[in-house]
């Protein structure tokens, strides 16, 4: 990757890791994506980038079973009880922790 | 909520953004799995969606999608970071990455990132012209190569593992490697 992410940065934000439920798979990559290289935490919680989310096939039924759930539960569930942690060892590999 | 988050819609159907955005509410309503009941909540998501009609293939059509993206940096003060999301059947792949090059989409201040998911190619070949095509218009590490079911049975399964086995009981986490 290619901005070193701080350990600290990586510990779970959100200490009450119980209420962790295996999410949804789509919100995991989705959650990845959007948090790949900037990680930051703010008042408990972590905070999304401003962007544009330019999406081809927003009628697709892909988009529809999985994608606007997944943004919806990224941006009002996974923002504040960051149940998905990412942590980093070495270059290589990448683990997400529910 | 981000207070800069736009996400634009394209597809082919000829949708309004109204409509579009029913679309997406009705999409929540049957496929969350978790929904507030605060209506502001979802009017203030919904809120974030535009759309418009494209024909992929056609590379002038890119230059109306260029200007909406534009239009909703500037009235939400968005940088430009553009996250493309191709949700698309995989013959697109190309000609969708070459346009959004071509259109000037792709050169925006902010980062770029590239979604595809999987089958990249149905074959060797394929798969390493894909990422030449690919690699014109992205960098290798502004793509993304997504596969949903990757680990989905090994995921499914934590819950029984975590049952049968009284060791992993004092805390509920697993670790996923991808």
Redesign the interface.
Same mark, same amino acid.
């Given at each position: 990757?290619?901005e070193k992410i701080q350990e600290q940065d990586l510990l779970p934000v959100h200490k009450n890791?119980?209420s962790?439920n295996?999410v949804? %798979?789509?919100t995991s990559?989705l959650s990845a %994506?959007f948090f790949l290289?900037n990680v930051s935490k703010r008042q408990g919680g972590i905070?999304?980038?401003?962007?544009?989310?330019? %999406?081809?096939?927003?009628?697709?039924d892909?988009?529809?079973?999985?994608?606007?759930?997944a %943004?919806?539960?990224l941006?009002?569930?996974l923002t504040k009880n960051a149940s998905v942690v990412f942590r980093y060892w070495g270059e290589q590999?990448?683990?997400?922790?529910? | 909520?981000?207070?800069?988050? !736009?996400? &634009? $819609? *394209? !597809?082919?159907?000829e949708?309004s953004d109204v409509e579009?955005q029913a #679309?997406?509410e009705n @999409?929540?309503r =049957?496929? !969350?799995?978790?929904? =507030?009941n605060d209506r502001s909540?979802m009017e203030e998501?919904l809120h974030a969606f535009r759309?418009t009609s494209l024909d992929?293939t056609n590379a002038q059509g890119y230059k109306k999608?260029l200007e909406m993206?534009q239009r909703?940096?500037k009235e939400?003060n &968005?940088?430009?970071?553009?996250?493309? #999301?191709?949700?698309?059947a995989p013959e697109?792949f190309e000609v &969708?990455a070459a346009n959004i090059k071509e259109s000037g989409?792709g050169s925006a201040k $902010?980062?770029k990132?590239l979604?595809i998911?999987k089958t990249f190619g149905h074959d060797v070949k394929s798969a390493q012209d894909l990422n030449k095509k690919l690699s014109q218009a992205f960098e290798e590490?502004e793509i993304?190569r *997504?596969d949903?079911?990757l $680990?989905?049975p090994m *995921?499914?399964n934590?819950?029984a593992i975590k049952f049968a086995n009284s060791v992993f009981h004092f805390?509920? @986490? $697993? =670790?996923? !490697?991808?």
């Amino acid at each position: 990757m290619n901005e070193k992410i701080q350990e600290q940065d990586l510990l779970p934000v959100h200490k009450n890791t119980n209420s962790c439920n295996v999410v949804n %798979l789509v919100t995991s990559a989705l959650s990845a %994506l959007f948090f790949l290289k900037n990680v930051s935490k703010r008042q408990g919680g972590i905070t999304l980038d401003s962007m544009t989310f330019v %999406l081809f096939g927003a009628t697709g039924d892909l988009a529809k079973r999985k994608i606007f759930p997944a %943004l919806y539960n990224l941006i009002y569930f996974l923002t504040k009880n960051a149940s998905v942690v990412f942590r980093y060892w070495g270059e290589q590999k990448r683990i997400i922790r529910c | 909520m981000p207070q800069s988050f !736009s996400v &634009i $819609g *394209v !597809s082919k159907r000829e949708l309004s953004d109204v409509e579009f955005q029913a #679309y997406v509410e009705n @999409s929540l309503r =049957t496929f !969350s799995r978790r929904l =507030t009941n605060d209506r502001s909540k979802m009017e203030e998501f919904l809120h974030a969606f535009r759309y418009t009609s494209l024909d992929v293939t056609n590379a002038q059509g890119y230059k109306k999608l260029l200007e909406m993206v534009q239009r909703r940096e500037k009235e939400l003060n &968005i940088p430009e970071n553009r996250m493309f #999301y191709l949700s698309v059947a995989p013959e697109f792949f190309e000609v &969708i990455a070459a346009n959004i090059k071509e259109s000037g989409l792709g050169s925006a201040k $902010g980062w770029k990132r590239l979604i595809i998911e999987k089958t990249f190619g149905h074959d060797v070949k394929s798969a390493q012209d894909l990422n030449k095509k690919l690699s014109q218009a992205f960098e290798e590490d502004e793509i993304y190569r *997504v596969d949903h079911y990757l $680990g989905k049975p090994m *995921v499914q399964n934590l819950e029984a593992i975590k049952f049968a086995n009284s060791v992993f009981h004092f805390k509920q @986490s $697993g =670790t996923i !490697s991808i």
